[in-house]
């Protein structure tokens, strides 16, 4: 019998034989060339700061679940096991369960969208159906268009394909058409695959800024004419804080756009229920897909989330959310105008967040240890670009904290930067000054992603 | 300005353009190399007739849920909700609840587990983290060993990663070492990179057999002195009739073995919880590759199972699941030997399945069809090999019906096989007889694939 030895085996006193080598992982040499692109992000890294009491996190990402009217949860959840409990607690459809699917096209509604029951594939978090759309279609090297900055959530799942995301400038009235026309141009010009456009229409994350309607049919009719697939996320659309955002990109190209939905801003985000809705073709696919992944979602989590939708009234609900998120995004406004009238901010019409453009003298990653010191988190910019930009940005989370938090982490932040621009200001022209590297900032889960 | 026009269109009576083409997906040529490992499975083909209230399905692998104490899972979700509401809501740890991490190294040192809480990741499923370690692990060519017959969703997850699965013997006592040795020996010889063995040690499915507490040394050698990890499934391990299924594979062998449990056979699936126990090195990019695919596992299923640990007698309740699928196990071996003496099968100690070999003559696939004429519904073997083996196999799970509608089934299934038989008899020599294809046989959810 002959073994072919490529390790070297010790025994250790208790006589269980050990890998030796020197490499740390014995299994370094053996992960797939996509293992590489699973890298931590700089915005995980944030929660273990954050999650400390007497820090003020805009950092994160966390819907204000509190809000919530947990009776009436509770008694969804009892109906559920009362009336369905052996559905609940079994295994259930790969597509999700038919009740909900069609519940999710009232909620889709609300934004233009007319769909089918057919075509609604619910996910574990509409993070999932991101990852199941990557899967299905990206190879290696193929590009990936996104608004300059992007979702940091989804960068990371296109990288973890082995995917490149290349930026498309955005303004104050979203994503910008003819930078969208040229980039392609320039990416065709050399060859390049393009999977798709994946874009967040509504209070963007991180960007808050909205596409305007007027150029809704134009970002569609160049995806159209070029074969471009949209990847539309839209999980804020419904938090607006004025008048409605404009009707969904899906609304307008039900073959062209494949749309993600999610309860987990309009609901909570603990039952992990979002949606795909796919062009016909296409959500067969990504059935397979899912079910390739995790069998079904929860049958409890869907049918809990079914029965709110039943039983609650929602729509006062989300109205809640509205007010709640609206009161904070205008104390902070009011307080970056206050105590940082230097920088420049957008002001969102809805979602989560603000993003905030410091001078160029500043960066804001290299900042994020001071302004720990100083209790206050935030994410630097660069977390939300693939190509190093955004060092002068950051982006501010206004959904957690109260508005007296959110007013204090200002000003908290606003010492930070002043002092950042007064140690510049003294060592103007020197040539010696150094900012310090970020250190101290621990690993930690991925609640702030979102 | 240029546009690319690489898609004629069209306009339609309502308004909306739509792309032509010959193609029924206009997304057909943009699909991810591996989206062509999607497909569907033959076992999920089964789904739709086997809910048909009249067949008796042995087809499925639902446990058997209403054998539940259902009002003390109530109680736990009314226990979270009252004294975690704003946790169980919120976004959680991509690693999962460390106090259920806790409770799952108690579950698994029922099997001679030591490992550290830390090494625990909480998955959807632990098909979810099959899903992951596939990934993290697998290029496209790479080889997976797998026992001959293999579980189908897990075949169907390395396919998704463009792997081969490679088959390695086994018999009543499990994977045969020297069949494994000559395996490697041989793919090692063409040069072929194997990156795991995937193994289910315990009630395998589908073969119903054990490895044998002898043997498992001796495979965790072999992998060992070739650098093959192992990923040691083991969702029906605390589910035995007799004496305990041997301890772990990982209990042995902490560095070479990723571990999967599963709560959806001992509780329940609905709830999507279950884990993977990996090696300290490989832990750190599981949980990166399962923030990236889902941001957190649902913090209220994981806190309910945490409640249902902490209060209910669990260990009882697997002792009651026990004595439900002995009693459903013993029905089936019985009828098996009254109804179809001229068959083998497996007699198991353990699990949901039976896997049964007929006479070559006979072709389980094509044999289906009129089976669901007899209402009876089973899996042909087929689908539990890479390769086309099978055919004169199939798996009969005795789960889920009752131990009356069991022996009905069996009886139904001795009908047509015994109809098959006298057919051939009758036209033996002749040449003549050519058994219908399988028909009429809609896709389905994926519930019935594990």
């Known amino acids: ?16 034989p050990q890998r030796t080598g020197n490499n740390l992982d014995p299994w370094y040499a053996n992960y797939a060339e996509r293992a590489a692109g699973l890298a931590a992000s700089e915005v995980r890294a944030l929660f273990a700061v954050a999650s400390r009491p007497e820090v003020v996190s805009l950092a994160g990402g966390m819907p204000f679940v509190s809000a919530l009217p947990q009776d009436l949860i509770v008694s969804s959840m009892d109906k559920v096991m009362r ?10 459809s790969g597509q999700g369960i038919p009740a909900l699917r069609e519940q999710i096209l009232e909620v889709m509604a609300i934004e233009g969208i007319r769909g089918a029951v057919d075509d609604v594939v619910t996910s574990t978090g509409s993070q999932q159906a991101l990852d199941l759309v990557a899967k299905l279609f990206l190879d290696p090297g193929d590009v990936v268009l996104a608004e300059a900055p992007s979702y940091v959530g989804a960068m990371g799942v296109f990288r973890s394909y082995q995917a490149n995301v290349v ?6 009235h979203g994503l910008i058409p003819e930078a ?7 990416l065709r010009g050399q060859g ?14 991180p960007a808050g800024v909205t596409l305007s309607a007027e150029r809704r049919p134009e970002i569609l009719e160049i995806c159209r004419s070029n074969e471009i697939l949209i990847l539309e996320d839209n999980p804020y659309g419904l938090l607006h804080f004025d008048e409605p955002a404009p009707n969904a990109l899906r609304s307008l190209d039900p073959e062209g756009v494949i749309y993600l939905g999610s309860f987990s801003k309009t609901l909570a985000p603990g039952f992990r229920v979002g949606w795909a809705l796919a062009p016909h073709a296409i959500r067969e696919k990504l059935i397979l897909a899912a079910e390739s992944a995790i069998l079904s979602p ?5 049918l809990v989330v ?12 989300i109205d809640t959310f509205r007010g709640v998120y609206r009161e904070r995004k205008d104390a902070m406004v009011e307080a970056l105008g206050e105590y940082l009238p230097q920088l420049s901010w957008t002001n969102p019409n809805g979602g989560f967040y603000v993003w905030v453009t410091m001078p160029d003298v500043l960066d804001s990653k290299q900042m994020l240890p001071r302004a720990v010191k100083e209790l206050v988190a935030y994410t630097p910019g660069t977390a ?7 060092r002068h940005a950051m982006r501010l989370s206004f959904c957690y904290p109260t508005p007296e938090a959110i007013r204090l982490g200002i000003r908290r932040l606003a010492t930070v930067v002043n002092g950042e621009l007064d140690l510049l200001d003294t060592f103007a022209g020197t040539g010696t000054l150094q900012l310090p590297p970020s250190a101290g900032i621990e690993s930690a889960p991925p609640s702030d992603l979102k």
């Open 192 to 205: 390049r695959r393009i999977k798709f456009l994946y874009t967040i229409p509504n209070f963007h994350n």
């Open 83 to 92: 009336e369905q409990g052996p559905v609940a607690l079994q295994y259930g």
């Open 384 to 390: 939300f670009f693939a190509d190093g930009r955004g």
């Open 306 to 317: 079914s029965e709110y939708l039943a039983t609650a009234d929602w729509r006062a609900q």
């Open 298 to 302: 929860s049958s409890f989590s869907q």
């Open 180 to 186: 969208l026309r040229q980039t392609i141009a320039h």
């Open 1 to 16: 019998m002959e073994i072919p030895s490529r390790t070297e085996l010790a025994v250790t006193s208790d006589g269980v």
């Open 167 to 172: 930026h498309v400038a955005m303004d104050e």
